[in-house]
């Protein structure tokens, strides 16, 4: 897959500004159409506002175009609240409620070609202390069936081996699309033996009968997911079925923070602890981190999941999220163990909002695309609060 990083930069006329980023997947070309419906359609309305009115902004951009965009939305959206964040002096997750400091992290595996490469990479992970990983498999069921059972066959020796008592909370990603529901029942059935704690994506998020009957059958917590349902009532109705043991979705995709915390705020309402997404470059993944520390004291999520390997999605940043090993057991709260990493929000040179900068002149080398939108480009349009809208969508 290609990987394709699209920033909305917002200045303002007092020299504010405000950065956001998504990430996307392509398999044939890298992918503008972010970033030209971003520059076309978005910004030039955003000139002359009132970049504080975020939610009067956002109402504006999802009446008016059509079909939404949700990349795009949230893009901006990002933006809107990196820029208050700054100006206020406080990093996002403060703003949004703040309901902790720090989250223990979960490896996401890459997909391998062999049962020998993913248990090298268990190791790798065990030996770094992290206790949470994610096995991206095979996407084949036969072949996943005995992955699964060596994965945790593995990790139990090498923790007897280690003479660690610590538990390993295991998971399988499928994607979405690979297990017909036959496959999928009996997977559910094949890891809650094996004592995973949860199963994800095993068929299309938009199955919502299909799921409802899974999650009612299965021992193992059900999750979709998380990156077809990007419309508030799709999700309510899938939260109201009782489609899955938790709720999943990602800030980038569902329109941004501002939509964040209404589907948070309908799964919590529902009783569904929310297992926020955060895979992605680091202007997603820190989006997505700072809504999971903001919300969700009760039933927020459990981890933040880290993309490896980490340096593919770090490029153009001048600050990146770094994990650090739990040291004493207050500062790990309930669940984690010592020695085991965890991340706190980026709050760079005390920045604020995001807490991450971008090396801009990094990034412009990757861009393919590159467009400004200011009151420059309007003959007769008023200087308002928002001086100027920028897009670069760069290869990662």
Same mark, same amino acid.
């Given at each position: 897959l290609r990987s394709t990083l699209t920033i909305c930069r917002i200045r303002t006329a007092c020299g504010l500004e405000g950065v956001g980023g998504v990430t996307q997947y392509s398999v044939c070309e890298f992918d503008a159409t972010t970033a030209t419906h971003l520059t076309r359609h978005l910004a030039p309305r955003l000139l002359g506002q009132d970049p504080f009115l975020i939610e009067e902004i956002m109402a504006s951009l999802t009446s008016d175009v059509y079909p939404d965009a949700p990349h795009a939305n949230a893009a901006v959206d990002i933006a809107l609240w990196d820029l208050l964040g700054r100006a206020s002096g406080l990093p996002l997750y403060c703003l949004l409620g703040g309901s902790r400091t720090s989250l223990p992290v979960q490896w996401s595996s890459p997909s391998? *070609?062999? &049962?020998? *490469?993913? #248990? =090298?990479?268990?190791? *790798? %992970? #065990?030996?770094e202390g992290c206790r949470r990983l994610k096995i991206h498999g095979f996407m084949n069921f036969s072949k996943d069936r005995e992955l699964v059972v060596a994965i945790r066959r593995h990790v139990d020796e090498y923790m007897r081996g280690k003479e660690l008592t610590d538990q390993v909370y295991l998971a399988l990603d499928c994607e979405c699309k690979f297990y017909s529901f036959d496959e999928a029942k009996r997977m559910a059935t094949l890891l809650g033996s094996l004592e995973y704690e949860w199963f994800e994506a095993p068929l299309p998020d938009r199955d919502f009968e299909a799921y409802a009957d899974l999650t009612r059958r299965s021992e193992i917590d059900i999750l979709p997911g998380g990156n077809s349902v990007m419309d508030l009532q799709s999700f309510t109705d899938g939260c109201k079925r009782r489609c899955w043991s938790r709720a999943r979705f990602d800030v980038t995709v569902c329109g941004g923070i501002t939509a964040a915390r209404k589907f948070f =705020? &309908? %799964? *919590? %309402?529902?009783?569904l602890r929310t297992e926020i997404q955060s895979w992605g470059h680091t202007l997603t993944a820190a989006a997505n981190l700072h809504v999971t520390l903001g919300l969700g004291a009760r039933l927020g999520s459990t981890h933040f999941e880290l993309a490896v390997p980490k340096e593919i999605y770090e490029v153009g940043m001048l600050d990146t999220i770094k994990s650090t090993p739990v040291s004493n057991v207050e500062e790990g709260g309930g669940g984690v163990a010592l020695g085991e990493p965890v991340v706190h929000a980026p709050n760079s040179e005390g920045l604020g909002g995001l807490g991450v900068r971008v090396d801009w002149l990094a990034m412009e080398e990757l861009a393919f695309y590159n467009e400004r939108v200011s009151t420059s480009d309007r003959p007769g349009a008023v200087l308002g609060a928002q001086e100027g809208v920028g897009s670069v969508t760069s290869r990662l």
């Open positions: 391998f *070609e062999s &049962v020998r *490469e993913y #248990l =090298a990479w268990c190791d *790798e %992970a #065990l030996d =705020a &309908v %799964a *919590e %309402a529902h009783g």
